[in-house]
């Protein structure tokens, strides 16, 4: 199923405005017949945040952003999927076009806005899922007409911790005016403050839900010091790093697109990303565990971030341009390079390259 449909509709999906093609590829997905993801091998098995993951590849927030296909993304062979970006209250995002492909760059820039259904809407889809075996975190972010942002989390937290296994505190979106300063030391202080209250009073009545602060690949060192420095002081469980860049990389061949305003992912942003999360490993000591993020279309990407710090992965851009049998081929390829490298589990590998990584000259 996965093969014929990286075959035959997704260079088809490819043709198409980005947008509907993302719509096409829901309805696609609410449809197909699939079957239940095949058993992964041990090895690839991930112990993080309280949960036991089947495998690292999870998919990005970004694709499900309303919760209408969790379980069908499972089934892709996915070891967890995040949803969202979720904003309490219902918001359009940003007037189209808003979502660029950049082909010749294996990369997307999207300046959606945080388009959402709203909280209510994603916990009702959620809700429905009841029991359902599968990780499935929910991506939060704030309105963009909120006259108090924090609280705008705080009520997300409330609303979805009962249906999520994991809560993202998205800080980190360039597309929203004004959100990345809740990266800044004081801001970020008071917000996770109030964050963690709120998920202890949800812990109340429902089953205490894993924080974890998704940031930005843009931020100086001065400032991941303090980032990472106030994550560990509140005691959040993670971090993602990171979401999309508003830098663009030199040695882009897709000029006139590049110049579009938003985010850019995909692979230009792997080699920014990957020195951003092991500088964040590194001053993380290990008080939690990392997700990495950011260019990720091959096992070797996959690998590599794991061995800058990353105990589990995220993907999105990678699967326009190589379809949904990545998941599976990044699977396989781990699991070669860990019997190349005489590594027993994902784990002995987590890290191993750290500090060789910060060593080397600043990404250009």
């Known amino acids: 199923m996965i093969a014929l449909f990286d075959r035959l509709f997704a260079p088809f ?6 947008e509907y093609a993302h719509a096409l590829a829901l ?4 449809r197909a017949p699939l079957p239940r993801a095949a058993i992964d091998d041990e090895k690839l098995r991930v112990h993080a945040f309280g949960f036991t993951f ?6 990005a927030a970004g694709f499900d952003k309303h919760a209408e296909v969790p379980d069908q993304l499972l089934r892709l062979g996915f070891g967890f999927i995040e949803v969202g970006g979720v ?7 940003n007037p189209r076009p808003r979502l660029f492909r950049l ?3 294996a990369a997307v820039i999207n300046r959606l806005g945080l388009n959402s259904e709203g909280a209510e809407a994603v916990a009702r889809r959620l809700g429905e899922r009841g029991p359902a075996p599968g990780i499935v975190g929910v991506n939060i972010g704030a309105n963009k007409d909120s006259a108090d942002r924090t609280a705008d989390y705080v009520a997300c937290i409330e609303r979805l911790a009962p249906v999520a296994n994991f809560l993202t505190v998205n800080v980190s979106s360039p597309n929203t005016p004004g959100l990345r300063n809740l990266q800044q030391a004081a801001a970020l202080d008071d917000l996770l403050s109030r964050v963690i209250d709120a998920r202890e009073r949800a812990a109340e009545t429902a089953p205490r839900r894993p924080v974890l602060l998704k940031i930005a690949p843009d931020l100086t060192l001065g400032d991941l010091d303090d980032v990472v420095g106030i994550a560990r002081r ?8 990171g979401n999309t860049t508003i830098g663009r990389p030199p040695g882009l061949r897709e000029n006139a697109t590049a110049k579009e305003q938003g985010g850019l992912s995909g692979r230009p942003l792997f080699a920014l990303s990957t020195r951003m999360l092991a500088e964040s490993y590194v001053r993380a000591e290990g008080a939690f565990p990392l997700i990495g993020a950011g260019g990720i279309d091959s096992g070797a990407a996959a690998f590599a971030k794991i061995m800058a710090g990353a105990s589990l992965i995220q993907l999105y851009t990678g699967l326009i341009f190589r379809g949904v049998g990545l998941v599976g081929a990044i699977k396989r390829d781990l699991i070669d390079m860990l019997r190349v490298g005489r590594f027993d589990t994902l784990a002995d590998v987590v890290g191993h390259d750290a500090a060789e990584v910060t ?5 250009g």
């Open 13 to 18: 999906l490819r043709t198409l405005d980005p």
């Open 27 to 30: 309805a696609a997905l609410k």
């Open 54 to 59: 089947p495998n690292p590849v999870g998919l």
């Open 87 to 93: 904003t309490p209250r219902p918001q359009p995002g």
């Open 103 to 105: 082909t010749a760059d």
């Open 234 to 241: 509140h005691g959040i469980d993670g971090m993602i790093v």
């Open 359 to 363: 060593a080397q000259p600043w990404p």
